[in-house]
């Protein structure tokens, strides 16, 4: 009983294209969503959402969060070899323990 | 430090033997959070300290596994007896405040141990 679950597991485009990545959760006390990023051993942290509608934006890499339908995507565009990683989808659950997706594996290739 | 570090970075160990793991939050963050990765999996959450105490332990998967904080920044993991099915990549997270106090609670990990058990 996955509370988290990332689509699709892996993908793989070619520089320049754009994706989406999808996550959907289930949640008793939700606090927030966050994004990371993990290339190697440690995941960065991408974004943290809370509220439904508002589009986080950093540079090529936006996400937004629907808690209606308790869903969230994480685009990507003109990607580059660099983003090539596994990018995690993160409950925060109003407590102690974040829960994670098992991530989807984007290789970026040139 | 600017970030959270451990050490040390590959452990390899026979079954059996005693392991220690260290981490070494940012300065300042009073939680402190331990986690294990399998391949192929998202990190599994083990523990959390706020400040010098265990606030919950509930992911310990056994009673091998223990975990201190005795100072209330620098934290060990501890795991006796080990076993093949320990080895995975440790990691260690810091956050300023504990979670709960929104905007404060974002998780900063660490580069992580991979430990393995022959």
């Known amino acids: 009983e996955d509370k988290v679950v990332q689509s699709p597991l892996s993908l793989v485009v070619h520089e320049g294209d754009t994706v989406t990545l999808n996550c959907s959760y289930e949640v008793t006390n939700f606090r927030s969503l966050l994004w990371y990023k993990q290339e190697k051993k440690a995941p960065t942290f991408l974004f943290m959402l809370t509220s439904s509608g508002i589009e986080k934006k950093s540079g090529r890499l936006s996400s937004i969060l629907d808690k209606k339908e308790l869903f969230s995507i994480l685009n990507i565009t003109a990607t580059q070899t660099g983003d090539s990683a596994v990018y995690l989808c993160v409950l925060n659950q109003a407590g102690t323990a974040l829960i994670f997706g098992k991530g989807t594996t984007l290789s970026v290739s040139s | 430090g600017a970030g959270v570090s451990q050490t040390p970075s590959n452990k390899v160990t026979e079954k059996g033997k005693y392991v220690e793991l260290r981490c070494d939050p940012i300065?300042?963050?009073?939680?402190l959070y331990w986690y294990r990765q399998s391949l192929g999996q998202g990190p599994e959450f083990l523990i959390y300290f706020q400040g010098t105490g265990a606030a919950d332990d509930s992911g310990l998967p056994n009673d091998r596994f223990f975990a201190v904080r005795p100072e209330g920044s620098v934290s060990t993991l501890k795991i006796q007896r080990t076993e093949r099915g320990d080895s995975a990549v440790y990691l260690c997270a810091s956050s300023l405040r504990a979670p709960g106090l929104a905007g404060e609670d974002t998780q900063y990990f660490g580069p992580g141990t991979r430990l393995t058990v022959l």
């Open positions: 300065s300042g963050h009073t939680a």
